[in-house]
T-cell receptor, first 116, second 115 residues
Framework: DTAVSQTPKYLVTQMGNDKSIKCEQN?????MYWYKQDSKKFLKIMFS???????INETVPNRFSPKSPDKAHLNLHINSLELGDSAVYFC???????????????FGPGTRLLVL | AQTVTQSQPEMSVQEAETVTLSCTYD???????LFWYKQPPSRQMILVIR??????QNATENRFSVNFQKAAKSFSLKISDSQLGDAAMYFC????????????FGKGTHLIIQP
């Protein structure tokens, strides 16, 4: 019973291609996130989304776009891939509300993207 | 903007000993949440412990405990009776809560367990 799942786990592609990473959560959470972990292991928020609003980190290029077909899914689309996009991308989810139990984010297993 | 600082890029401890990982943060908010996540070589992000800023009592989860000093903006993680399976990257994270701004992470501490 995977709580937050991502596909694929590994993605190798050429520069200039367009790719998508899928994320699904079965926790009944209302907020989902995408994070990027660079080669130095630094984690940075890219997007957060609930059914009301999308918050985009200002440093994220507009080649990246999240798409949510429903509350349980938040997919990440990347256009015109560049070498610098190589990283591990994590999806996470949480339930907004009072208390750390609700605000805790649970992470997917990550997708390692390599752009050649 | 909030920042999280982990000043120890790497720590080493003997198996069965106790180790403390440091974390400081900067915020102007009074209500927030703090977390420690563990990332083993499998790269899965695993929640270790969480703390609400409005709670004065330090959180504890089995061998893991925190020393939360709100005035000093410090949130250190103590691991007692270290085990080989504790070897991982440990990330301290801040969350303002209520909104959807995402976690702000420190740069991580690589914990090595010596058998």
């Amino acid at each position: 019973d995977t709580a937050v799942s991502q596909t694929p786990k590994y993605l190798v592609t050429q520069m200039g291609n367009d790719k998508s990473i899928k994320c699904e959560q079965n926790l009944g959470h209302d907020t989902m996130y995408w994070y990027k972990q660079d080669s130095k292991k630094f984690l940075k928020i890219m997007f957060s989304y609930n059914n009301k609003e999308l918050i985009i980190n200002e440093t994220v290029p507009n080649r990246f776009s999240p798409k949510s077909p429903d509350k349980a899914h938040l997919n990440l689309h990347i256009n015109s891939l560049e070498l610098g996009d190589s990283a591990v991308y994590f999806c996470a989810s949480s339930l907004q509300g009072q208390g750390a139990l609700r605000e805790t984010q649970y992470f997917g297993p990550g997708t390692r993207l390599l752009v050649l | 903007a909030q920042t999280v600082t982990q000043s120890q890029p790497e720590m080493s401890v003997q198996e069965a000993e106790t180790v403390t990982l440091s974390c400081t943060y900067d915020t102007s908010e009074s209500d927030y949440y703090l977390f420690w996540y563990k990332q083993p070589p499998s790269r899965q992000m695993i929640l270790v412990i969480r703390q609400e800023a409005y709670k004065q009592q330090n959180a504890t989860e089995n061998r893991f405990s925190v020393n939360f000093q709100k005035a000093a903006k410090s949130f250190s993680l103590k691991i007692s009776d270290s085990q080989l399976g504790d070897a991982a990257m440990y990330f301290c994270a801040y969350f303002s809560g209520g909104g959807a701004d995402g976690l702000t992470f420190g740069k991580g501490t690589h914990l090595i367990i010596q058998p």
